[in-house]
């Protein structure tokens, strides 16, 4: 059965620094990735989603993710990150053969002004 | 377009009580689901459907009933409700049959005494 590893629950960063949250799937069959956003007290985002072509995804807030299909994982990156971006971050994968995303527990965003 | 619209907001039940949890989307999707959210679990699906007419069991389905009669409705029925089942439950609905890009209702927080 697929599963997704969030490594980190939180991670603090000083606002206006660089950000990585990680995300490991594993899984031996095509898969598409996605990341959501889950602001405080609302529902879910989609935030990006990698389905197949160019392996370097972004959103239009500056974030970004790269596949890697050798190392099974699908880390979320923002080179600078400001207030706003405090939030729950979520990985999620979806393979061919199934009708569900299979979700990671979550890494809370941090940011120290 | 209203997207996916979720009531009640708050709801306190009492152990062996009955409700329902109302969803609706006006987008035409023919994929809906319901999830529970709990502290550090990421999101857990109970049921979801690929049509009307067409319900299945997602990973939680226990204590939970669903029907899909409109492509616009999926309600969740708590059967008799017990304290486990307070959480945050989300509605989500997809233009793609296999649940990628999932768009999610403002949740339905449920507290079970």
Not at chain 1, 84 to 106: K, P, R
Not at chain 2, 31 to 37: G, L, P
Request: with cysteine; aromatic share 12%; glycine share 8%.
């Amino acid at each position: 059965a697929q599963s997704v590893t969030q490594l980190d629950s939180q991670v603090p960063v000083f606002e206006e620094a660089p950000v990585e949250l990680r995300c490991n799937y594993s899984s031996s069959v095509s898969v598409y990735l996605f990341w959501y956003v889950q602001y405080p007290n609302q529902g879910l985002q989609l935030l990006l989603k990698y389905l197949s072509g160019s392996t370097l995804v972004e959103s239009i807030n500056g974030f970004e993710a790269e596949f890697n299909k050798s190392q099974t994982s699908f880390h979320l990156r923002k080179p600078s990150v400001h207030i706003s971006d405090t939030a729950e971050y979520f990985c999620a994968v979806s393979g061919d053969s199934n009708y569900q995303l299979i979700w990671g527990a979550g890494t809370k965003l941090i940011i120290k002004p | 377009n209203a997207g996916v619209t979720q009531t009640p907001k708050f709801q306190v039940l009492k152990t062996g009580q009955s409700m329902t949890l109302q969803c609706a989307q006006d987008m035409n999707h023919e994929y809906m689901s319901w999830y529970r959210q709990d502290p550090g679990m990421g999101l857990r699906l109970i049921h979801y459907s690929v049509g009307a007419g067409i319900t299945d069991q997602g990973e939680v389905p226990n204590g939970y009933n669903v029907s899909r009669s409109t492509t616009e409705d999926f309600p969740l029925r708590l059967l008799s409700a017990a304290p486990s089942q307070t959480s945050v439950y989300f509605c989500a609905s997809s233009p793609n049959l296999q649940g990628h890009e999932q768009y999610f209702g403002p949740g339905t927080r449920l507290t079970v005494t």
